[in-house]
């Protein structure tokens, strides 16, 4: 029998969840996302010093200020990982701007632009967003400009039905930490079929399904195998190298989860203006702690990434005197 990872590409999309370019050439995804937590893994990784060295170059000969620099990675990698993946690149805003709306276009806009000067086409690129109220307030804008966006952290419906709303392409609901806040919170153990996380992707596919949403469902941040399996068949997944590796290793039957059939038990389309949706939010703790804790974590890898960046820029003036 073909591996489990096989079985699954015929009923989702594959996404790479990883700046770590011989991964998918091994693994051979769809698509691929990055964060700035994995951005920053990768410019620490010795194969890829040369695209960190050539940012620090282009800085220094044009008097650019490091976040200027760390966006040049950014799109860096991401233009890096369009040459080994057929479909899209996501690439995130940075994480302090979450509640800025002019601030995350002006970034999103950016990053358009360096790709197509590359001769990457907004097609191919994904720009994320934290799915904050100014995030898909954002997406909106963004969305009518042509400019495709992948709304992330997402843990609740109501996140998803204000993106849908706004005409969001793609949203990524985060499995395994909505799991991490329920086993802390709650200290139960759950199953593949009770997981927390599995339920609420299940509930947003259904959703999504019943009233016709054509916003993409992209599961992301899985804790193990069974997670993903139990979500088979969703539009899209983004999964590590790690369970990328131990599905290819796996040659079990895998059977399709998640389908059309979840449409028939999904509430009313929901009505969202900004009151509601933050009303929402504050009755939904998990959604609004997660939310938040996502949000600072992508801000601190974001600053460290930008300390080294300011580091290595500091050297490369020392050494030109």
Sequence with gaps: MTSKLDQLKTMTTIVADTGDMDSIRAFQPTDCTTNPTLILKAAQMPAYQHIVDEAITWGMSRHKVTSEVCDRLAVSFGAELSRLVPGRVSTEVDADLSFDVEGMLAKARHYIADYEQRGVGRERVLI??????????????????????????????????????????????????????????????????????????????GYYKAHGVKTVVMGASFRNLGEIEALAGCDRLTISPQLLDELAQSHE?????????????????????????????????????????????????????????????????????
């Design 253 to 321: 039957q895998l059977t399709r989860r998640l389908d059309m059939k979840l449409a028939k038990d999904a509430p009313a389309r929901m009505e969202l203006d900004e009151k509601t949706f933050r009303y929402l939010m504050n009755e939904d703790a998990m959604a609004t702690e997660k939310l938040s804790e996502g949000i600072r974590m992508f801000a601190r890898d974001l600053r460290s990434l930008r300390d080294m960046v300011s580091v290595r820029l500091e050297s490369a003036e020392i050494k030109s005197l």
């Design 128 to 205: 994320k967003l934290a799915s904050t109220w100014e995030g898909i307030r954002a997406a909106e804008i963004l969305q009518h400009e042509g400019i495709d966006c992948n709304m992330t952290l997402i843990f609740s419906l109501a996140q998803a039905a204000a993106c849908a709303d706004a005409g969001a392409f793609l949203i990524s609901p985060f499995v395994g930490r909505i799991l991490d806040w329920h086993v802390k919170n709650e200290g139960k153990t759950y199953t593949s079929e009770t997981d927390p996380g599995v339920l609420s992707v299940r509930a947003i596919y």
